[in-house]
């Protein structure tokens, strides 16, 4: 089985920063793209940002310039760094990965809380 474990949210002001963390474990192959999703009370699960396993980004248009995504492989971890963070970033965060086993799957994290105060 495999897990993925997040850490890293809380509470925060706006204009503060967080740092999230995600760790893949158990019978695990290789990893390919990594990334992070959020939902807000009320709305869709929405992308965040996403990295594959040789380093390509992406960013959703409302956190780019102020969140970075990267993974290292050794530990199959990937983070995601925000700064100058906004209310309207309070959400739920997850980490979702494609994991090879060798047959390749889905998978999700239980969710981190992100809040932040105006």
């Known amino acids: 089985q495999v897990q993925l474990v997040e850490s890293g949210g809380g509470l925060v002001q706006a204009g503060g920063s967080l740092r999230l963390s995600c760790a893949a474990s158990g019978s695990i192959f290789s990893i390919n793209a990594m990334g992070w999703y959020r939902q807000a009370p009320g709305k869709q699960r929405e992308l965040v940002a996403t990295?594959?396993?040789?380093?390509?980004?992406n960013y959703a248009d409302s956190v780019k310039g102020r969140c970075t995504i990267s993974r290292d492989n050794a530990k199959n971890t990937v983070y995601l760094q925000m700064n100058s963070l906004k209310p309207e970033d309070t959400a739920v965060y997850y980490c979702?990965?494609?994991?090879?086993?060798?047959?390749?799957?889905?998978?999700w994290g239980q969710g981190t809380q992100v809040t932040v105060s105006s």
């Open positions: 990295i594959t396993s040789v380093g390509r980004t």
């Open positions: 979702h990965a494609l994991i090879r086993q060798p047959a390749v799957g889905a998978y």
